[in-house]
């Protein structure tokens, strides 16, 4: 399989996070593909419409996307626990997490556009106001309902990769809850963490 990947993407690395956890890694060739929504890839477009990554092609499969659908691909290739929970509230809870995770990446994504990457005299304040609140509201409901205890799964995975990306990008911090700070310096000690890290800047044109 080949993942088209970012190395500054939040959504592609947890995707590889993931198949780093489920054991599936050595599956894939990874290659690196600049994306923005002023910068078009006609390679990553071919395979996706959206024009995003990450892609998973497969052999005799149609090209995957997105990292929700391309994590719930994954997780029907190994033979370990499950990182998306089957059922109950298990599986819930880790879908809950993994939702708040990409819509924090997601408004820490807007918030650079109103703060760095749009031309100044285009930024909206309020919009970025906006952004600012929905990215501190989701630390403050991720320091309480973050589970140290729980068995893996794709929700820890989303966040801790949000969490990283957010402090990557130098976007308003989350340490100053004490419970998510404690989880997150722990989680990102995982060999999966360290093998992908996050490096290089994004390319608007």
């Known amino acids: ?15 590889l996070v993931f198949a780093q956890e489920a054991g599936i890694v050595d599956w894939l060739e990874v290659i ?6 002023t910068l078009r890839n006609a390679r990553v477009y ?8 990450p892609v998973l092609l497969r052999d005799g499969g149609g090209p995957i996307f997105d990292s929700d659908v391309i994590c719930a691909y994954f997780d029907t ?10 059922a109950g509230e298990a599986r819930w809870r880790a879908l ?43 630390y403050d409901w991720l320091e309480g309902a973050i589970d140290a205890d729980a068995p893996l799964n794709v929700g820890h995975i989303a966040v801790a990769t949000a969490l990283s990306w ?3 990008r130098e976007l308003p911090s989350f340490r100053g809850r004490a419970r998510l700070t404690a ?17 290089g800047e994004t390319h608007d044109r």
């Open 32 to 37: 690196h593909h600049e994306t923005s929504p």
């Open 77 to 86: 290739l190994h033979d370990g626990a499950k990182l998306i929970p089957e």
């Open 46 to 53: 071919a395979e996706n419409p959206l024009g995003k990554v």
């Open 183 to 199: 989880w997150f310096d722990a989680f990102e000690q995982r060999p999966s963490m360290l093998a992908t890290p996050l490096s």
């Open 1 to 15: 399989m080949i993942l088209y990947y970012q190395t500054h993407s939040p959504f592609a690395r947890k995707a």
């Open 96 to 138: 809950r997490l993994q939702a708040v995770a990409q819509g924090l990446a997601q408004a820490g994504i807007g918030l650079r556009w109103e703060t760095e990457r749009r031309p100044e005299h285009l930024r909206y304040q309020p919009l970025a106001e906006g952004y600012s609140d929905k990215i501190e509201a989701s």
């Open 166 to 168: 957010m402090a990557f």
